[in-house]
Structure formats: structure tokens, C-alpha cells
């Protein structure tokens, strides 16, 4: 996509398939998908788990800030630590002392459905007679209303999809009873998963497993990982490298991996004809780190080749390439070496403006992106720029970007997405 403006103010002209409007509610600007959050898992007998998890979290901290949690188990009963804000702020060494277990799974979340309350930070936990169990979600579920009727729960009653899910599970272990093999959740999830419609990837735990899901799209990502002495399971790989886990491999859409003493074994809850791998671009364009390994591929050299179609479809003449922070500069470098402008630096980020910051005005939400950026004015007066950002979802940062580096000198300003 490319937009130029030469008189002050910003056009767009779209090349190719435009991204979905993804709901925003929680940005300023309206302008930042939200369908990431964070998952993590961990089986490692002799490990601290709740240590290891919390570095986890840490490496998935990009994926969703709103709230932070885990649950760990001793094999025994579990416990959970949740609560609104960072992971460096929900836990700290004290409380990390608590969690004591063998295996555990963490959450950092993004709302999807559901509002960003304590309610709703996960791992969401439930008890039944047979077991309890803990659930950590990414995506977002599509058939909730109908779940939920089903289910013959009252509106307002379930206040996210994660809850829902976790209901259903309990009313089907309830409904089974106890089993000599102890795996009350790994049937009930066998129950339920075919009955869910949209994007997830789960990860789940009861007093002996580790659980991850992803569903028959593979909309979502999910990997694991090996330890020494135990097994990881993550939305991204950094959190695999963090711990100090080898690569394993992705799990496939619609696979269920199960972790326990044993090690891990795969089950296929879903029937073929539900399989249809679908690659959500907003994991390679946005959501994940550049340091990831997405679908067999390395997160930042497929940006860096965007950049380069994108100057194939969209040249321009100008002074220099420059791309919005953070997401923007590899997609920039890769366009501005397909092109031979030179690359360089024009906007600064402030990094403590969390991305939850909630503006309740017009005016302030206008002044979004420069809290946000600040441009280094030697670099962009009286020059031709291409400013490189790697997605509009609704499309209130691009007038105020433009207005911001033309306020700055730069001549003329061409918008590529």
C-alpha cells in the first residue's frame, strides 16, 4: 500500500488485498490489531518451573500487557498468581517462591472478548470432583453466543471466550466422571474442541499434564520446545530460547500435544475435513517478534522481503527510506535496499508509552502518536521521504504520522504499508 502527500496532507492508494478492521478499543488511535496474547508451558520435574515460566512470560511480554498469570502444580493441587499489569509487575521473587511444582503454563494477555478486568486475566481455573485444571488462550472464538446457549448458560453470565471454553470442560469431566488413567481433561478437551469455531491456541494443565492445542487453522502459533530434563510449549520461539529449550517444531493446526512423565505424545481431536491451514499475515506484519521463527521462517527476513515487493509495486523517487518503530524498520530496510534509497533513521519511539494507554478525547487521541514518536528533525528536513509501517487497520495514525514528519521539514512524505 502507498500513500504520498506532497501538499500537506495524507491520501492512501492500496496495492493489493487490504488488512481486516480488527477491534481496537484499548489504543489510542484505534490503529493496533488486537489478537495476540501470550501462552507458555512448562513440564520439568526438578526444574523451577515458576521461575522458568516467568522468563517465559517475559519473552511473550509484546504479545499482550494488560495482565499476566500462571499456574503451577506440585502434582498435588494447583495454584494460580494473576493480576492487571506487567509480568515484571505481577510477580517478583516472593511471590515466585510460592508457586512450588514440577509444571506450570503462564498468560499474557490482549483482550479479544471480554473486558480487560482482573475477571479475565488468565489462566482461568477450574475445580471439579475429579480434577481442577488452569487454561491459558490466544485468539479468539467466533461461536460463543451459540456455546454459550448450548450450554444453557444466561447472557452475561460467561465474560469471555476463555471462560466458556473452561465451563464446558468442567461440565463434560463432571459429566464423565472420574477415570483410572487420570485423564479426565484430555477427554473432556476431545469433547469439547470440535464444538469451537475461530482462532486458538491453548494451553492447558491439570495435576500431571501439560496441554497444548492449535486449532484446525493454525491461526495462531504454538511451538515446542526440549529441555535437559523436560518439555516447553510457547506462542514463540524466543520464549523456547530463553529458557534455554531446543527447537522441537510447530505443532500442527488442529494437533493436541500432551506432556507428562512420559514425555509427550500427539492426539488429533479434530476430523480431517476440518483441517485447513490458514497463515494469519498479522503474526509475520506485527504481533510477533522479530526474532521468532514463524511457520519455518525467520519473522524478520520475511519483513525485510515485504519491504522489497513493496518497492517493486510502489516505487517512488526520494532522499531517504525510514520506518515507523518498531514493526515498520525491517519492512524499511528491505525497501530501501530494493530500491537503493538510501536507509535512515526519523522517528524516535518512546518506550514507556504502554500500548494500553486509554485517551478519552478526540484531542488527546490526536496527540497519540506523538507521545508515541518524535522525529529527528536533522535526518528528515528538506528531504523526500518513504516512511515504511507495517499495517493500517482503521487508519487514524496515517494523517497525524504524515502531519508529524511535515512539520519536521521532510518535502515530501510517501506513505507505504
Not at 494447583?78 to 499489569?85: E, P, T, W, Y
Not at 512450588?100 to 480487560?116: A, D, E, N, V, W
Not at 506432556?259 to 499475515?281: H, M, Q
Not at 509495486?313 to 525510514?322: G, I, K, R, S, Y
Request: glycine residues 10%; proline residues 6%; hydrophobic residues 40%.
Amino acid at each position: 500500500m502507498k500513500a504520498s502527500d506532497e501538499a500537506g496532507t495524507a491520501s492512501e492508494q492500496a496495492h493489493g488485498a487490504a488488512t481486516d478492521p480488527l477491534a481496537d478499543h484499548h489504543d489510542p488511535d484505534g490503529d493496533t490489531p488486537k489478537e495476540a496474547c501470550g501462552v507458555f508451558g512448562v513440564y520439568a520435574p526438578g526444574q523451577p518451573v515458576a521461575h522458568l515460566t516467568y522468563l517465559g512470560l517475559y519473552a511473550l511480554q509484546h504479545r499482550g500487557q494488560e495482565s499476566a498469570g500462571m499456574a503451577v502444580s506440585n502434582g498435588e493441587t494447583l495454584m494460580v498468581q494473576k493480576d492487571m499489569g506487567l509480568v515484571a509487575h505481577v510477580f517478583d521473587d516472593i511471590k515466585l517462591a510460592t508457586l512450588r511444582g514440577h509444571l506450570g503454563i503462564g498468560h499474557t494477555r490482549y483482550s479479544t472478548t471480554g473486558s480487560s478486568t482482573w475477571r479475565n486475566a488468565q489462566p482461568v481455573f477450574r475445580a471439579t470432583a475429579e480434577a481442577e485444571f488452569a487454561l491459558g488462550h490466544n485468539g479468539n472464538l467466533v461461536n460463543t453466543e451459540a456455546l454459550a446457549e448450548e450450554q444453557g448458560m444466561l447472557p452475561g453470565t460467561v465474560t469471555s471466550d476463555t471462560d466458556l471454553v473452561a465451563e464446558m470442560l468442567a461440565a463434560e469431566m463432571a459429566a464423565a466422571g472420574p477415570r483410572s488413567d487420570e485423564r479426565e481433561l484430555e477427554h473432556a478437551l476431545t469433547k469439547v474442541l470440535p464444538r469451537l469455531e475461530g482462532a486458538f491456541s491453548f494451553v492447558l494443565m491439570d495435576e500431571g499434564h501439560v496441554i497444548g492445542v492449535r486449532d484446525p487453522n493454525g491461526f495462531r502459533p504454538l511451538c515446542l520446545g526440549k529441555l535437559d530434563h523436560g518439555w516447553v510449549l510457547a506462542s514463540e520461539t524466543p520464549a523456547l530460547d530463553v529458557v534455554g529449550a531446543h527447537f522441537v517444531r510447530e505443532l500442527d493446526p488442529g494437533e493436541m500435544v500432551i506432556i507428562d512423565a512420559t514425555g509427550y505424545r500427539s492426539v488429533r481431536p479434530f476430523s480431517p475435513e476440518r483441517l485447513d491451514p490458514k497463515l494469519c499475515l498479522f503474526e509475520f506484519v506485527y504481533f510477533a517478534r522479530p526474532d521468532s521463527q514463524l511457520y519455518g521462517r525467520s519473522v524478520h527476513h520475511a519483513r525485510v522481503r515485504m519491504g522489497g515487493e513493496l518497492a517493486e509495486q510502489a516505487p517512488v523517487e526520494a532522499d531517504l527510506v525510514m520506518g515507523v518503530p518498531e514493526s515498520g524498520i525491517a519492512a524499511a530496510e528491505g525497501y530501501a535496499k530494493a530500491s537503493g534509497i538510501p536507509y535512515g533513521q526519523g522517528l524516535v519511539k518512546n518506550r514507556y508509552i504502554g500500548r494500553t494507554f486509554i485517551a478519552p478525547t478526540q484531542e488527546m487521541r490526536a496527540l497519540g502518536v506523538r507521545m508515541k514518536l518524535n522525529p529527528l528533525r536533522d535526518n528528515i528536513a528538506g528531504k523526500r521521504l518513504v516512511v515504511v509501517d507495517d499495517s493500517i487497520v482503521r487508519g487514524t495514525t496515517s494523517g497525524p504520522l504524515v502531519r508529524l514528519v511535515r512539520e519536521a521539514g521532510a518535502t515530501e512524505v510517501h506513505l507505504r504499508i
